[in-house]
């Protein structure tokens, strides 16, 4: 799968990324909301993210690496997996946190949120935000959804959950 954007190669993950997945997961600070791998070692964490590169069933996931068009350069991920304490399809995204502040989270969800609605055939998609995370947030609302209200998210305690329906969307989208 590919999506492009203005700037962004939403793609499969690839393996000449592998130092820069690294990097950008065990950075505490772009990881505090979103997790990291902090417990692999380098070489471990190679030969993880090369098997699941090479992995079929990894590659149906709907996981993707957000690659600047300019450089070449992984600068983050963005995708949708199901989540049982959203009950739902959520959005997910993370960047590396030198990336942060040039709206291209916004610009890879809004277009992640266009194929899964419309190619995959998503009818809501939901997401869960720690309110310390304000610029999250704001991507989501900007995104056009709505807050639905606090879940208790392990490690992390109460969050806020946020969805959008099909209809909404491509509503909002002809406007």
């Known amino acids: 799968m590919r999506l492009e954007t203005d700037r962004l190669i939403l793609t499969t993950p690839r393996k000449k990324d592998a130092l820069e997945v690294f ?48 450089s070449g350069k992984y ?4 995708g949708f997996q199901y989540c049982k304490i959203l009950k739902g399809t959520e959005i997910l995204f993370g960047y590396s946190s030198q990336y942060w502040g040039n709206g291209y989270a916004f610009e890879a969800a809004g277009a992640l949120l266009s194929y899964g609605m419309e190619t995959l055939g998503y009818d ?36 806020n959950r946020y969805e959008i329906g099909k209809e909404r969307f491509l509503e909002q989208k002809k406007s």
Request: with cysteine.
């Open 124 to 159: 809501r998609v939901v997401a869960a935000v720690n309110p310390r995370n304000p610029a999250s947030e704001k991507i989501l609302m900007k995104l056009g959804m709505t807050f639905a209200g606090p879940v208790e998210w392990p490690d992390q305690g109460s969050v």
């Open 23 to 70: 990097a950008h997961r065990t950075d505490k600070q772009a990881t505090l909301f979103t997790g990291g791998i902090p417990s692999l070692s380098w070489p471990e964490f190679e030969q993880y993210y090369f098997r699941r590169c090479d992995d079929e069933e990894e590659k149906k996931r709907h996981i993707y690496s957000v690659i600047l068009k300019a």
């Open 75 to 78: 600068i983050g991920y963005c």
